[in-house]
């Protein structure tokens, strides 16, 4: 498998990893740690912050702040163009296949099935986190 240097994160994959322990979790600490650098845009950002203020997440704004503080120091960001327009089913997820190009990244990590059955658009493959993690040599 190619090394991976460069991966953008959907939004589920990153509130997993911010809420929760897990495969998620360690994926996020793998870019903490240089293994990988982190790619996103704004509207990314601007999605994270507003699914972690739906009610069912229980955050207040100022829980929310140091954890997109945070996501925004890691995140290396890319200005989208808007011209990607492969999946049909849930168009808004064209938007991280776009931040994917733009940051000239090998990988796309998601739980999204429209994302996964790509399993690849042009350099971009797709991997669940846990596929994202196992790709990495153990240190």
Request: net charge positive; charged share 25%.
């Amino acid at each position: 498998m190619a090394t991976i240097r460069r991966a953008v994160f959907d939004t589920n994959v990153l509130i997993s990893a911010y809420l929760w322990p897990g495969t998620p979790r360690t994926a996020l600490d793998m870019v903490r740690n240089g293994r990988c650098t982190l790619v996103s845009a704004l509207p990314a950002l601007e999605e994270f912050v507003r699914v972690l203020g739906y009610r069912k997440f229980g955050l207040s704004p100022e829980e929310i702040a140091p954890l997109t503080d945070d996501l925004s120091a890691l995140a290396t960001l890319v200005r989208p163009r808007h011209t990607v327009r492969v999946i049909t089913r849930d168009p808004t997820d064209n938007l991280f296949l776009d931040f994917a190009l733009q940051g000239r990244c090998t990988v796309l990590v998601s739980g999204d099935r429209h994302l996964l059955e790509l399993h690849r658009y042009r350099t971009v493959r797709m991997l669940t986190p846990v596929e994202f993690v196992r790709s990495f040599p153990k240190e």
